[in-house]
C-alpha cells in the first residue's frame, strides 16, 4: 500500500522483526527510501497507533518542524489523538473523499 504525506508517495510494508540500535520497535520511517514500516503480528489497535505515529512524524517533517518530531511523546499524544479522531468519526475519511471525487472529475 501507498500513502501520500505532502508531496511524498510512501510505501507502507510489514516486516517480522523491526529492530531500532537497542530495542524491537513497532515501527519506523525510512525518509530517504520513502517508506514506513511496521511490525508485523501486532494488534490491529497498536498497528493503528503506530501507524499514526509514524506519519505524525512525516507530518512534523513537511512542515518544518524536525524537532518536534524528537519528542516521543507528543508524537505518541498526537497518534493517540488521531486515532480517536478516525474511530470516533467513521465517516470522516467519506468527507474528503467526495472532495477528491470532483477533483478528478
Known amino acids: 500500500m501507498n500513502i ?3 508531496p511524498v508517495i510512501y510505501e507502507l510494508i510489514e516486516e ?3 529492530h531500532g540500535s537497542k530495542d ?6 525510512d525518509c ?3 517508506v514506513i514500516k511496521l511490525r508485523e ?3 490491529v489497535q497498536r498497528k493503528r497507533v503506530t501507524f499514526w505515529h509514524e506519519v505524525t512524524h512525516l ?22 489523538v ?3 479522531l478516525f474511530i470516533d468519526n467513521p465517516g470522516i475519511s467519506e468527507l474528503y473523499a467526495e472532495d477528491a471525487d470532483e ?3
Open 103 to 105: 477533483e478528478t472529475a
Open 82 to 84: 488521531l486515532v480517536g
Open 41 to 43: 503480528n501486532m494488534s
Open 4 to 6: 501520500r504525506v505532502g
Open 32 to 34: 530517504d527510501e520513502c
Open 24 to 29: 524491537l520497535l513497532y515501527g519506523v520511517v
Open 59 to 80: 507530518l512534523l517533517a513537511q512542515i518544518g518542524k524536525d524537532e518536534l518530531g524528537k519528542d516521543e511523546d507528543l508524537i505518541d499524544a498526537l497518534a493517540n
Open 16 to 18: 517480522h522483526n523491526l
